[in-house]
């Protein structure tokens, strides 16, 4: 079944933890954290301290996206806070098997992340270790931005890699979802949609995210 995660980035930072508690309320099981260093990506966010006392504040699955240089430098201190996956980039991280068997042998789950540019053949081997690839379908930085089209095109790639070659990964979107391509982006792959400024800037974040589960539980059972 698909699952919706809120991505924190577009909520209220300070009224983090019950921003928290209502997506937890409204039945989020995965909670989205972006980090970012101001230099692969030109924002910044936050760091393990913040991821700590969220750890602290919930019990959703933290699925930590790094959208920073040099990942391998910041792997454990995140794992310590309490992440329960990292997910780094293809395009900063040139020894990715390294990469990702360091994240799994701390017992997490690893995920590749791929920016709008980068072409899904990139991770024609990861594929056979990685627990999840995260398709990026806007350029990250930012919330609010436009979901980009072609994005759904390496989607339904990477699904059918997973069919023809039997693998287990899990397929994650992340930009510009909402409740209009949920249901889209389900049929085309998606294990897991990231939505932040389509859930925390609605009126009723609860009930957006509520919806947008729904749709995505609906298209899961129609997936062909
Ligand atoms: C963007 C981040 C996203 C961001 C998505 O770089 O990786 O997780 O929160 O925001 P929306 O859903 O508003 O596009
Ligand atoms: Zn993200």
Same mark, same amino acid.
């Given at each position: 079944?698909? %699952?919706?995660?809120?991505?924190?980035l577009? &909520?209220d930072?300070?009224?983090l +933890?019950e921003?928290?508690?209502r997506?937890e309320?409204?039945? &989020?099981?995965?909670?989205h954290?972006?980090?970012?260093?101001?230099?692969?990506v030109?924002?910044?966010?936050?760091?393990p301290?913040?991821?700590?006392?969220?750890?602290?504040?919930?019990?959703?699955?933290l699925?930590?996206?790094?959208?920073i240089?040099?990942?391998?430098?910041?792997i454990?201190s995140?794992?310590e806070a309490? !992440?329960?996956?990292?997910?780094?980039?293809?395009?900063?991280?040139?020894? %990715?098997?390294?990469?990702? #068997?360091?994240?799994?042998?701390? $017992?997490a #789950?690893? $995920?590749?992340?791929?920016?709008?540019a980068?072409?899904?053949s990139?991770?024609?081997?990861i594929v056979e270790?990685a627990?999840?690839?995260?398709?990026?379908?806007?350029?990250p930085g930012f919330?609010?931005?436009?979901?980009?089209?072609?994005?759904?095109d390496?989607?339904?790639m990477?699904?059918?890699?997973?069919?023809?070659r039997? /693998?287990?990964?899990?397929?994650?979107?992340?930009g +510009?979802?909402? /409740?209009s391509?949920? +249901?889209?982006?389900v049929?085309?792959?998606?294990?897991?949609l990231? !939505? +932040?400024?389509?859930?925390f800037? &609605?009126?009723d974040?609860?009930?957006?995210?509520?919806?947008?589960?729904?749709e995505?539980e609906?298209a899961?059972?129609?997936?062909?």
């Amino acid at each position: 079944m698909a %699952l919706v995660l809120p991505s924190i980035l577009s &909520a209220d930072f300070a009224r983090l +933890g019950e921003e928290i508690g209502r997506m937890e309320a409204s039945g &989020a099981k995965m909670l989205h954290l972006d980090v970012m260093d101001g230099h692969f990506v030109p924002n910044l966010t936050i760091g393990p301290p913040v991821v700590a006392s969220i750890r602290k504040a919930t019990r959703l699955t933290l699925d930590v996206h790094l959208m920073i240089s040099n990942p391998d430098d910041h792997i454990l201190s995140f794992l310590e806070a309490g !992440a329960d996956q990292i997910s780094v980039h293809q395009e900063v991280t040139p020894h %990715l098997d390294r990469t990702v #068997r360091a994240i799994q042998s701390e $017992g997490a #789950r690893a $995920g590749v992340v791929i920016n709008p540019a980068t072409p899904v053949s990139t991770l024609e081997e990861i594929v056979e270790i990685a627990d999840y690839v995260l398709v990026m379908s806007v350029n990250p930085g930012f919330g609010g931005q436009r979901f980009i089209p072609r994005s759904i095109d390496k989607i339904r790639m990477l699904r059918e890699w997973r069919q023809a070659r039997g /693998l287990g990964f899990q397929i994650e979107v992340d930009g +510009g979802v909402s /409740l209009s391509n949920a +249901g889209a982006l389900v049929n085309a792959g998606c294990d897991w949609l990231v !939505a +932040g400024s389509a859930i925390f800037h &609605a009126a009723d974040p609860g009930a957006t995210f509520a919806a947008m589960q729904r749709e995505a539980e609906v298209a899961s059972l129609t997936q062909v």
